[in-house]
Nanobody, 124 residues
């Protein structure tokens, strides 16, 4: 059974930083694009960042996090990270890790595997 386990969420103040981690099974991780999504209360789930392993490891970010968030992966640990700097109250959401992109576009929201989510709350 494929498992994606997120960690690192919490309650922080505006301007603070957090690093989210997502540990995956080695088989899933080695063959998958990895991504982070988020969902705020009452809103649709939205793509935050994607790391495309088989396209030169390129990354893409949603406009609302460009310059503040960084996605990276550690192949030795089968882990993908989301470094979040300069956090804003509007970044408050449940953050989900996803693996194995199904859609053709790098901005696709279709992924085969999902984690359980980790709560990030940013106070003003």
């Amino acid at each position: 059974q494929v498992q994606l386990v997120e960690s690192g969420g919490g309650l922080v103040q505006a301007g603070d930083s957090l690093r989210l981690s997502c540990a995956a099974s080695e088989r899933t991780f080695s063959n998958s694009d990895m991504a982070w999504f988020r969902q705020a209360p009452g809103k649709e789930r939205e793509l935050v960042a994607v790391h495309a392993r088989f396209i030169g490891g390129i990354t893409r970010y949603a406009d609302f996090v460009k310059g503040r968030f960084t996605i990276s992966r550690d192949n030795a640990r089968s882990t993908v990270y989301l470094q979040m700097n300069s956090l804003k109250p509007e970044d408050t959401a449940v953050y989900y890790c996803a693996a194995d992109r199904l859609g053709g576009s790098l901005y696709s929201t279709q992924y085969r595997y999902w984690g359980q989510g980790t709560q990030v709350t940013v106070s003003s």
